[in-house]
């Protein structure tokens, strides 16, 4: 029969740095089978097999599979790695593609999620901390979502690639199309009155780029009305500097204050000492009092806590540079 370890016709390959093993995202051809579904449901001459939720004997929505390799030869079995659930999504959704990247010690993913009803495609992200067991981010909004009529990725787009970094960007090349996903296919044995159920052509795609202010995937934001005080969990470094990526509105600052690890200010790295950084930049070098060094323990790491006080401003991210062992 069907069953077994076979693969879908959706095929995004990548290559897991932290596994040192190929990474295969597809789809298996019987998930849009209902092999547990009601003989007697009724049903229209959709494209879209009848939806059972909360049946996991019915369920025929589409997913994606892993396998995964060392040597693109032997491959293991197909294990499941993300599917919409019904509770949070919607229950005409299903995933379509999914392709991982690495984004420090973080796996994040393009996927994207065909909605059944609007017959349109967007691209949502996803997180894991192993490539293996992801979760949703962003409450299922769209990372990156069609246009609309009288655009050329009006009503599907993909990112099947990882994005690349170019300068203070990152770019995510994409797929899009002006057509639904399967209008121009089954629309006219539907008798659907669409100009794309009468043609035969499949509409027109096209590549496009994307671009994303660097390490810009979230973001924590204050207003000018309330500060807003980050304190970080202990963290543990050689760095000897702390660069922050950051943007301002006009007025608007972020201040830095390094704790150590009984929440003590670590001096002279002191908020009141702290010059405020009030611009836009993606690695900007803290200081206290013009100066940007940061006590640190040689040959050893040092726990610090960092307490970030923003006002009308976003923080994306920070890191400490300058390793002592670097120098």
Not at 14 to 30: A, K, L, M, Q
Not at 104 to 122: F, P, Q, S, Y
Not at 221 to 249: D, Q, W
Request: charged fraction near 20%; aromatic fraction near 10%.
């Amino acid at each position: 029969g069907m069953a077994g370890p076979h693969l879908g016709d959706v095929s995004v390959l990548g290559y897991d740095e932290d596994s040192c093993e190929f990474v295969h995202n597809t789809r298996h051809p019987i998930q849009q089978v209902p092999f547990g579904a009601n003989p007697h449901n009724p049903r229209n001459p959709s494209f879209f097999a009848p939806y059972q939720p909360h049946s996991f004997a019915a369920y025929n929505k589409r997913r994606i599979f892993q396998c995964r390799s060392h040597d693109f030869i032997h491959w293991s079995e197909p294990v499941l790695v993300a599917a919409p659930d019904d509770v949070e999504d919607n229950l005409d959704e299903s995933f379509y593609t999914m392709a991982q990247f690495k984004l420090g010690t973080v796996h994040l993913a393009t996927i994207a999620v065909l909605r059944a009803v609007d017959n349109e495609m967007d691209v949502q992200l996803l997180v894991s901390r192993d490539g293996v067991r992801w979760g949703r981010t962003n409450k299922r909004q769209p990372f990156m979502a069609p246009r609309g009529d009288g655009h050329w990725d009006g009503h599907m787009v993909s990112m099947v690639s990882p994005p690349i970094d170019v300068g203070d960007e990152t770019w995510f090349y994409h797929g899009g199309t002006d057509f639904h996903h399967d209008w121009w296919m089954f629309g006219a044995a539907e008798g659907m009155d669409h100009p794309e159920a009468r043609s035969a052509l499949g509409g027109s795609w096209g590549l496009g780029l994307a671009t994303l202010r660097k390490s810009g995937y979230a973001g924590l934001y204050a207003t000018k009305h309330r500060e807003g005080i980050v304190v970080t969990r202990p963290v543990i470094s050689l760095g000897t500097k702390l660069e922050i990526n950051a943007k301002c509105e006009p007025g608007g600052s972020v201040r830095v204050e390094v704790a150590g690890h009984d929440d003590q200010v670590i001096q002279p790295c002191s908020v009141e000492a702290n010059d405020p950084f009030t611009g836009d930049s993606v690695r900007h070098t803290v200081t206290w009092a013009g100066d940007a060094n940061i006590p640190t323990a040689h040959g050893r790491g040092t726990w610090r806590k960092i307490r970030f006080y923003l006002r009308d401003a976003e923080l994306f991210s920070f890191r400490f540079t300058d390793s002592l062992e670097e120098q």
